[in-house]
């Protein structure tokens, strides 16, 4: 079984996603399913928000839900930011929707506890994958019917990553030559390395709707058909 995070090429029964867009993030917005992202990775706090039901520390993360919030945390200690507590003067978490789960109070109080290990926000074990930082829009044809489907993709995701996405749309994608302008497509590569190259930026700069430009991979049936 492929390690954490490893694509498992064509062999998607182990197949682990490595890359999720801030839309995908934002679409898990609720207590009873909650991601969040920060510097760099997507979280599934779910479990967390399971076993603190009901907790007013809970409260804060529950309306972030779906959100970035990167900007909780310092990234060279990778915790939360802290700051010099004017009534204490000793160097406390900084807190700007009110303290949260495993956030210690700014003093002694009887009813807080320790004894849940490391905090929430240390652990690696709600880790699901990474924020893709760039996103990009293609179109997918597939030939054989003429269908179309315009996808939001991570700009470091493999082709086979790509593939994975459109499975729903046709669960025989792995059953096609992938074309883009007549040559085939090398699946373990990116969009830029099979010389899709991103030009927002100079669709940007020339005021052009890039939109309107949206690169357009072509899908030929082969005779293997095979269902994923």
């Known amino acids: 079984m492929p390690r954490r995070g ?28 909650l991601w969040v992202s920060y510097l ?3 979280y599934d706090l ?15 993360i529950v309306e972030v839900a779906g959100q970035d919030i990167s900007h909780w ?24 929707r009110g303290r949260f789960l495993h956030v210690p109070p700014q003093l002694p109080r009887s009813d807080w506890a320790n004894d849940f290990g490391k905090p929430w926000w240390q652990g690696s074990h709600y880790e699901v994958g990474r924020l893709s930082a760039k996103t990009r829009h293609i179109r997918i044809i597939n030939t054989l019917t003429s269908q179309e489907q315009t996808l939001e993709v991570g700009a470091l995701e493999s082709m086979w990553e790509i593939l994975h996405r459109y499975l729903p749309y046709n669960a025989h994608a792995a059953s096609y030559t992938w074309k883009y302008e007549g040559k ?4 373990d590569s990116t969009l830029e390395e099979n010389g899709i190259w991103d030009e927002d930026e100079e669709f940007d700069w020339l005021n052009m709707d890039s939109t309107l430009y949206t690169p357009a991979l072509l ?3 082969n005779d293997d058909l095979t269902e994923l």
């Open 40 to 42: 760099g990775y997507v």
């Open 6 to 33: 490893l694509v498992a090429g064509p062999d998607f029964e182990f197949f682990q996603r490595r890359y999720f867009t801030p839309a995908e993030v934002a679409q898990h917005n609720r207590p009873e399913d």
């Open 73 to 96: 945390f310092d990234p060279k200690t990778k915790d939360i930011r802290k700051h010099i507590d004017p009534l204490t003067g000793t160097l406390r978490y900084r807190t700007p």
């Open 219 to 221: 899908l030929y049936f």
């Open 184 to 187: 085939n497509l090398k699946m």
């Open 46 to 60: 779910t479990p967390l928000a399971q076993k603190y039901k009901g907790d007013l520390l809970l409260k804060p």
